[in-house]
């Protein structure tokens, strides 16, 4: 994986700009620690940082396509990702008269724009942002991944585009400010640690969406979707059902296990992560290729103050000893402390470029950093409970009718730590409100289906669309801010189109949340871990980290100096503080975020808001 940033611009010469472009590069130094890579020419400048992970002697970026006649001009690429039906486009492109220089997916990609301009994005298998410089045409052509793993940013000016996988990237430029408005004050108050597709947060800033490209020329920029979630009747049964998911996952996991570095998998013993590690564990055998790396992550004491409750039912210690024993791979059992989690949530921070999910972020910052001493590359069970329907508030009357976002069932609560006078300048209810609606205005509904069947459609799409990305995003950040990649095979984007068409009975096959995808494991997990109730990422439960994150925010509130104190309600801030337990359950933010996930990220807002020096207008 890797970093790009880019610079069209049809007043200056961009080749005197080299500074300004090398800096925009650096700023993601940490997504790609291996090496650096610019090209310059008059209207368009690329920047690379890369993290090599196939062919790392071959695949150099910025890569150009030599111009075959005297009468063509070069195609220049930036790209970040992976493409894992890499080796059968590009026996299709040498059977059409392509030769390669490389091994590498970098160049498959780029020949495959060649060949077939825009429409190679169907073609695609993978995870991937890029852009394309075509110099005849003076064009620019960006695109982003189905769902969205990879990130990418932008932002358009007159006469102008800056894009980069990071707004850091974007940032690093002389002439934009570090600015925040007041409906970018709303995504991060109302939506927030969330966000709303192709919201940059940072004013004038775009993010471009899943499964959308971008074109931009001197006649101006367009945007357009190359792939949406569709609705279409399922006609299987639950017998081909289950084995139809069960080679697909199959198929995607092998797809990306191949590299060339080391590689290894996230296991927490929960059932997505176990599944992906048996899958892997069977391929490596049946490759020769020895022992599969795993890894898992758990907080000093928290056996001795660990307390099952609806969101979090059990503890993953020994299921993670039970699927190592069982699958016998080569295990590394990290364990953090409450000082260097606390300590970490302004690294995550800089990651993210925002707050995010506060000690969530930065104990898988941490954790990344662990796992990137021994592996470049991990395999991550993220996305299985949006997908196959495994999270609480599919299964709650409550939630499916709330008529709001389910893993924000609070907005009351999020109205009140605001102040005055920043509720009058963003109307929290009503910003909510009309996100929400035009979350749902997209859902493609299919004719016939029954109220019951609607609503559970909504609620799949509304998990796709919304809460997934905020995951995919904290963890492309959080893994790529310590050179470490992370792939998502329940992300496939085959996988995803086809279990979101499944009736809501089947997913629930067996009257078990993702009793689908149970089904289709049976015989590669053992009874008792295929069975057992989900439990999310585990986070700290030792009240010394509540005492740790409560104390410095009072101190914050303490400082005149703050620029977080004219945007909350540092009476009721206080009044939570005191009232705030360990054990309570504050509904701030989806499974894990707390009273101490809402401390922490207004700590990481004061931070953001300093380091950053951002300017609100």
Not at 69 to 92: H, I, P, S, T
Not at 230 to 241: L, W
Not at 259 to 268: A, Y
Request: one cysteine or more; hydrophobic letters at 40%; proline letters at 6%.
């Amino acid at each position: 994986m890797c970093g790009i940033t880019g610079w069209v611009d049809w007043r200056e010469d961009l080749t005197k700009q080299a500074d300004i472009v090398e800096k925009m590069t650096e700023t993601m130094e940490l997504r790609g620690p291996d090496a650096s890579g610019t090209w310059l020419s008059r209207h368009c400048a690329f920047g690379h940082r890369r993290l090599s992970v196939i062919d790392p002697i071959g695949g150099a970026q910025p890569m150009v396509r030599p111009a075959k006649r005297a009468e063509d001009q070069d195609v220049v690429l930036v790209y970040n990702g992976e493409l894992y039906n890499a080796a059968e486009l590009r026996k299709e492109l040498e059977g059409l008269g392509h030769a390669f220089r490389t091994t590498c997916d970098t160049e498959v990609l780029l020949l495959a724009y060649v060949e077939w301009g825009a429409a190679c994005l169907d073609r695609f298998n993978g995870i991937f942002a890029f852009a394309i410089w075509e110099t005849a045409e003076e064009r620019l052509f960006m695109a982003r991944d189905r769902l969205g793993v990879k990130p990418l940013f932008y932002r358009r000016e007159e006469g102008r585009l800056l894009f980069g996988s990071e707004p850091k990237a974007i940032l690093a430029h002389p002439d934009v400010e570090p600015e925040i408005d007041g409906e970018g004050l709303a995504e991060l108050f109302v939506i927030g640690p969330a966000r709303t597709p192709g919201h940059g947060v940072w004013k004038g800033m775009s993010e471009l969406k899943p499964g959308h490209f971008l074109t931009y020329d001197r006649d101006g920029l367009r945007t357009s979707a190359y792939w949406k979630l569709e609705s279409r009747p399922h006609e299987d049964d639950e017998k081909t059902t289950a084995e139809t998911v069960g080679a697909l996952l199959a198929d995607t996991l092998e797809r990306q296990l191949v590299s060339d570095v080391p590689v290894g998998t996230l296991l927490s013993g929960g059932l997505d992560s176990s599944a992906l590690t048996s899958l892997a564990v069977r391929y490596y055998g049946r490759t020769g290729q020895g022992q599969v790396s795993t890894f898992s992550v758990d907080y000093v004491d928290n056996d001795k103050y660990f307390t099952a409750h609806d969101f979090q039912p059990n503890s993953d210690a020994p299921w993670i000893k039970r699927m190592q024993e069982y699958l016998d791979t080569k295990h590394h059992p990290i364990q953090f402390d409450t000082p260097e989690l606390a300590n970490a949530l302004e690294a995550a921070v800089l990651a993210k470029d925002s707050p995010g999910m506060a000690d969530i972020d930065a104990s898988l910052y941490l954790f990344c950093r662990e796992i990137k001493k021994n592996v470049t590359v991990a395999i991550s069970g993220e996305a299985a409970d949006e997908i196959f329907g495994g999270y609480p508030w599919f299964h709650r009357k409550e939630a499916l009718e709330a008529n709001t976002f389910p893993w924000s069932l609070a907005p009351e609560l999020r109205e009140s730590v605001l102040s005055a006078e920043l509720r009058e300048k963003i109307r929290p209810r009503d910003y909510l409100a009309d996100r929400y609606a035009q979350a749902l205005a997209e859902v493609p509904e299919l004719p016939g289906e029954d109220e019951a069947a609607r609503r559970m459609r909504r609620m799949s799409y509304l998990n796709v669309t919304r809460f997934m990305p905020t995951l995919l995003d904290r963890k492309d950040r959080m893994s790529m801010a310590v050179g470490l990649e992370v792939r998502v095979p329940y992300c496939d984007h085959r996988l995803v189109q086809y279990v979101f068409n499944i009736p809501w009975e089947l997913k629930m096959a067996g009257d078990r949340e993702k009793g689908i995808l149970r089904k289709s494991l049976e015989g590669v997990l053992p009874h008792d871990v295929l069975y057992r109730k989900k439990s999310p990422y585990p986070k700290t439960h030792n009240p010394g980290y509540l005492n740790a994150v409560r104390s410095r925010l009072l101190e914050r509130l303490d400082d005149s100096s703050s620029p977080l104190l004219p945007l909350i309600d540092i009476a009721k801030i206080r009044e939570l503080a005191r009232s705030a337990d360990a054990r309570s359950h504050l509904p701030w933010f989806g499974q894990l975020m707390s009273a101490p996930q809402l401390f922490a990220y207004l700590l990481q807002f004061d931070f953001w808001l300093r380091r950053y020096k951002v300017r609100i207008v």
